[in-house]
């Protein structure tokens, strides 16, 4: 599985559906991410410049893009960012392929 994180905001009429009418958003998450062969493993409000994220466990890119599209589809958010996850025990393969590729990479005017 892959793991990602998805940063949200809402839209201030959707902030406004919800205080009208209060739901389990966890749940809702769940049922997303299950939509599409993955799991919820983090749901999380926050102050800032986004009001909250999610941790998602999914087959791969294409199921993350899925939900992606799915949710943005839907016009309840203002702004909607996915990012896919490296763990720390995947990091040192993740250098080694990046000082391999870099060897082979020319810098532009180069």
Do not use: C, H
Not at 6 to 27: C, H, I, N
């Amino acid at each position: 599985m892959a793991k990602f994180a998805v940063f949200f905001s809402y839209k201030p009429e959707t902030w406004d559906q919800m205080l009208k009418k209060p739901g389990d958003r966890a749940a809702a998450v769940r049922d997303l991410t299950a939509s599409v062969g993955g799991s919820m493993e983090a749901l999380y409000f926050m102050f800032g410049d986004r009001d909250g994220f999610v941790i998602a466990d999914v087959p791969n890119a294409e199921a993350a893009a899925a939900l992606s599209i799915a949710v943005s589809s839907t016009g309840a958010f203002s702004a909607l960012e996915t990012r896919q996850l490296v763990a720390p025990e995947d990091l040192p393969s993740v250098l080694e392929k990046a000082a391999t590729a870099r060897e082979t990479y020319r810098p532009p005017g180069t």
